[in-house]
């Protein structure tokens, strides 16, 4: 399958829908939206984006979070390349910065084990399975944000799939249907959208080495867009069935210009899962 090559990151295109663009419209593939150019990007005396610049800001002062944004991709490849996509140190293990690692409950730490020693042969995204919220945060495919007054809706490229963030003052459900996504609710702290997430379906993986979480987990996640160019995510996992103590760690994501969403369905000529050994 051919490949679009937007800023280091690999995004798969099916022969399919290429050919398909190509005879309806008769138009050259530079021609998408892809390089399409971002309005309002603060610029530098020598006409450059200026990415340190302070965040933009909503009409009632709130910093504004829109935006189409991108991991931080701080896991270099092996010498023989990546396999698919360049993909953050978070992505396969979610502890990989705190000290001592996750503190996981004996069980959750045999479950792990036994998931990396299987070369994670059960992973969710093997099989095109929806992923959480934390998954998400580090998959190396971009989200959009789109901050509305009341609402904030996050679209990602994986499988194309969205989560909505409600910031209307709404309280958690009391017993919510369990959901990949969770149940979102919004509130600003300052400068800082401090988001809080229940009702998770059971056996979510957070990353790909399998650290689990459960139902009973609660996520909370603060936003902050330190400039134009960056948006920082302190994101505290608490799942008492899971994890001796509730742990945080810190999520870089940054913006990606002049480009949009392009879909990512992993189901679509899907052909591996048959082959997989695993339950």
Not at 93 to 98: A, D, E, K, R, T
Not at 142 to 149: R, S, W, Y
């Amino acid at each position: 399958m051919p490949a679009k090559t937007r800023g280091g990151v690999v995004t798969i295109v099916t022969v399919v829908a290429v050919l398909a663009a190509v005879s309806e419209w008769s138009t050259p593939l530079g021609a998408q939206w892809l390089t399409y150019p971002t309005a309002g990007v603060p610029r530098t005396a020598a006409g450059t984006p200026n990415l340190d610049a302070p965040a933009p800001r909503t009409v009632d002062g709130k910093p504004d979070l829109s935006g189409t944004w991108d991991i931080e991709h701080n896991r270099p490849c092996p010498a023989d390349g990546c396999a698919d996509m360049p993909v953050g140190h978070e992505f396969v293990n979610i502890g990989w910065s705190l000290k001592g690692g996750l503190p996981y409950l004996p069980w959750a730490a045999a479950m792990a084990k036994k998931r990396t020693e299987e070369l994670r042969k059960e992973d969710p995204t093997s099989f095109c399975l929806p992923i959480g919220i934390v998954r998400l945060h580090t998959m190396a495919l971009l989200k959009k944000i789109i901050q509305l007054p009341g609402l904030l809706v996050i679209l990602n490229e994986h499988n194309a799939t969205y989560r909505q963030i409600f910031t209307d003052g709404r309280a958690l459900p009391v017993d919510p249907n369990p959901s990949w996504v969770g149940y979102s609710s919004g509130t600003w702290e300052g400068d800082t959208l401090v988001v809080r997430t229940i009702g998770f379906r059971d056996g979510l993986w957070l990353d790909a080495n399998g650290s689990p979480m459960t139902a009973e987990a609660r996520v909370t996640e603060r936003f902050r867009r330190v400039s134009y160019g960056k948006l920082e995510i302190e994101l505290t996992v608490d799942d008492p069935k899971s994890y001796r103590t509730p742990w945080t760690v810190t999520l870089n994501q940054f913006i990606a210009l002049d480009t949009e969403l392009l879909d990512y369905i992993c189901n679509e000529n899907e052909l591996d899962a048959p082959h997989l050994v695993g339950k």
